[in-house]
């Protein structure tokens, strides 16, 4: 199971990576639009530009923030840490409901920890 337990932490650190990649995209599209819209000298450029870069910046925190517990859970998975697995058993659960990879990482996720012979494993990592 230790090598189940691997696999799922490095599948998280992708999943988090991607996550945290995709809202610097969008970042740096909204922050484009916005820049070219205030650079077009239209009317209702001064409104609009600050309005698509406040978009763009909420939208890079929100996604930004819920990529990140997916990368530190990845990592304490890695090094076999006990709160990892909680951490790790709750975004499990989450992404069940984003159909189709989040429920196939959920799936193999709860599979992989709530398995008897991972707690012992983690019992005996919490241990040292």
């Not at 070219?36 to 409104?47: D, M, P």
């Not at 909420?58 to 998975?77: E, K």
């Not at 659960?93 to 196939?104: M, S």
């Amino acid at each position: 199971m230790a090598t189940h337990v691997k696999i799922l932490g490095v599948i998280h650190i992708a999943f988090g990576a991607l996550g945290a990649g995709f809202a610097l995209l969008i970042l740096l599209i909204f922050g484009g639009a916005a820049g070219l819209v205030g650079a077009s000298g239209e009317e209702g450029a001064h409104i609009a530009a600050p309005l698509l870069g406040m978009i763009g910046t909420l939208l890079f925190l929100v996604i930004g923030i819920l990529s990140l517990p997916g990368i530190v859970a990845g990592i304490g998975l890695l090094g076999f840490r006990p709160w990892a697995r909680i951490l790790a058993i709750v975004l499990s659960a989450l992404h069940l409901v984003n159909i189709p990879l989040g429920t196939l990482l959920g799936v193999y996720g709860l599979w992989a920890l709530l398995n008897r012979e991972t707690e012992e494993l983690f019992a005996r990592a919490g241990a040292w």
